[in-house]
């Protein structure tokens, strides 16, 4: 039902679900708990939303720290967004590196982003939605990110819309991680 892609961040996956299309439009089944199980990854999901965002918004870089950390799972079903996910795993092969995958309605496509990941998007199409499952309620307490701009990350946008929250986040280079890779 699912298939997964690797990235070069180990945990981390591009899910393609089955898409189909037919003369009444489009159905997509993003998530079944056995189906996750089954191609272990988390299956426990505690709280779901989603964001609207217009072209050139950069939202990010997000994560909660321990012990409110949690498993993202991530998809566009309106639009298209440059996806991006940044490993704060001391320890990890990829510490400090980022991936980039273009989620969009068109492919149907999502993002496994394991515990100990920031995680942040451009809005590449004139409006993009996203739907995000996280394995933790929301503490603000233990919310956190690092400046989008500050791990050599390119964008492709010269005049992005950030928040003011997003804007004001410490630089990954003087980010203390508490975040420990163990696959």
Known sequence: MFALKKTKIPGCFEIQPKVIDDARGRFVKIFHKDDFAKLNLESTFAEEYYSHSRQGVIRGMHFQIPPSDHVKVVYCIHGEVQDVVLDLRRGSPTYGEAIEIRLSESEGNG??????????FCATSPIATLIYKVTTIYDSNKDQGVLWNSFGFDWGTKNPIISKRDSEFMPLKDFQSPFMYML
């Open 111 to 120: 993002i496994y982003i394991p515990k100990g990941m920031a995680h942040g």
